[in-house]
């Protein structure tokens, strides 16, 4: 992991924050010449540590209501299928416009975010295209009632 000084981290904080901040807004805000804060943005971006910038849609395009979705797969009486069906499940889940995040965590679970605009058309979704997927041994929902942190993610994971 490469090791960041306070400055790199002041830079970085400020870009989450706002990308759209130019070099002179930065240098001004952090009290430090251009030069510097151009040179280090330039190294942080060399070095893997800023990939690209990004914007974080508005309230209106984001779900109102989020869920975290736990599905065990039903083991297939062929167990090497296991991991193919998982997979499968995995790439059915992403082709949702729904489904906000899919992982796999173990040999049989798959863990998804999902969203909708209110609390029903989320339950209807997962109900009609989740819990109706062939071979599954439990379907877990976890409705999001508040975030302490990272409720951005929703909002970056959201496509249009």
């Known amino acids: 992991m490469t090791q960041l000084d306070d400055l790199d981290r002041a830079i970085i904080r ?89 992982a796999k965590s173990g040999k049989d679970t798959v863990i998804a975010i999902v969203g909708g605009e209110n609390e029903e058309k989320l339950d209807e979704f997962i109900n009609e295209n989740i819990k109706t997927l062939p071979t599954l041994k439990n379907v877990y929902v976890y409705p999001i009632d508040k975030f302490g942190k990272g409720k951005e993610l929703v909002n970056f994971l959201t496509e249009v």
Do not use: C
């Open 14 to 102: 400020l870009l989450k924050r706002n990308a759209r901040l130019t070099i002179s807004e930065l240098s001004e805000q952090l009290n430090k010449p251009e030069s510097t804060i151009h040179f280090r943005i330039k190294k942080l971006i060399e070095k893997g540590v800023i990939d690209r910038y990004t914007i974080l849609l508005g309230e209106e395009m984001i779900p109102k209501k989020t869920a975290i979705v736990v599905i065990q797969a039903e083991t297939p009486i062929i167990e090497d299928f296991l991991e193919r069906y998982v997979n499968h499940l995995m790439r059915t889940l992403s082709m949702m416009p729904n489904v906000l995040m899919v």
